[in-house]
């Protein structure tokens, strides 16, 4: 059974950095694509950032370039989210999301991970 | 990297049928039949409910379809159900983002 665990939100102040992981099961992780998604408090989803499974191709939303680094190790099945210089709207729920069938489409989502960005 | 286009609410009464609309432009909905549709009930992640412009996964009811004509992808839901009250929310691929509709909020009234 497919699953992804994410973990390391949390509240940190305004300029301060945080490190998200998600935790994959499953099935073969280092076959597979993986993608970053948000969604503040009442509001839709946000396409984040993008990792190859080899790491070798990465793309970002414009709101995050610069700030945010995704990365993965393959060898412990897990996908990162290194955030710096962390805003307000930053606020949302993190999901890791599998596009497992080459569809296009996010098959499979983590239950998401809190950051609040506040003073 | 606009978000896509979907209206902000529609209503059905149960056993009606109800289409929520998604609009991009070329470089997006109407440059690739990458589009999805996501099902998202409160507090709970999305879940797929249309990929590629009108497949189901597995598991999806086929009262779920969807369609694109140029710039704008449709879902349709027939046969409303209670349980199909929910906030869906439109994608599409491009060539190195994917961009996400604002949602659209269904009420079963």
């Known amino acids: 059974e497919v699953q992804l665990v994410e973990s390391g939100g949390g509240l940190v102040q305004p300029g301060g950095s945080l490190r998200l992981s998600c935790a994959a099961s499953?099935?073969?992780?280092?076959?597979?694509?993986m993608n970053w998604v948000r969604q503040a408090p009442g509001k839709g989803l946000e396409w984040v950032s993008y990792?190859?499974?080899?790491?070798?191709?990465?793309y970002y939303a414009d709101s995050v370039k610069g700030r945010f680094t995704i990365s993965r190790d393959n060898a412990k099945n897990s996908l990162y989210l290194q955030m710096n210089s962390l805003r307000a709207e930053d606020t949302a729920v993190y999901y890791c999301?599998?596009?497992?069938?080459?569809?296009?489409?996010?098959?499979?989502w983590g239950q998401g991970t809190l950051v609040t960005v506040s003073s | 990297q606009s978000a896509l286009t979907q209206p902000a609410s529609v209503s059905g009464s149960p056993g009606q049928s109800i289409t929520i609309s998604c609009t991009g432009t070329?470089?997006?909905?109407?440059?690739?039949?990458?589009v999805s549709w996501y099902q998202q009930h409160p507090g709970k992640a999305p879940k797929l409910m249309i990929y590629?412009?009108?497949n189901r996964p597995s598991g999806v009811p086929d009262r779920f379809s969807g369609s694109k004509s140029g710039n704008t992808a449709s879902l349709t839901i027939s046969g409303l159900q209670a349980e199909d009250e929910a906030d869906y929310y439109c994608?599409?691929?491009?060539?190195?983002?994917?961009?996400f509709g604002g949602g659209t909020k269904l009420t079963v009234l």
């Open positions: 590629e412009v009108s």
């Open positions: 070329s470089s997006d909905v109407g440059g690739y039949n990458y």
């Open positions: 999301a599998l596009d497992y069938y080459d569809s296009s489409g996010y098959e499979y």
């Open positions: 990792i190859s499974s080899s790491g070798s191709t990465i």
């Open positions: 994608s599409s691929y491009t060539s190195s983002s994917t961009l």
């Open positions: 499953g099935f073969t992780f280092s076959s597979y694509e």
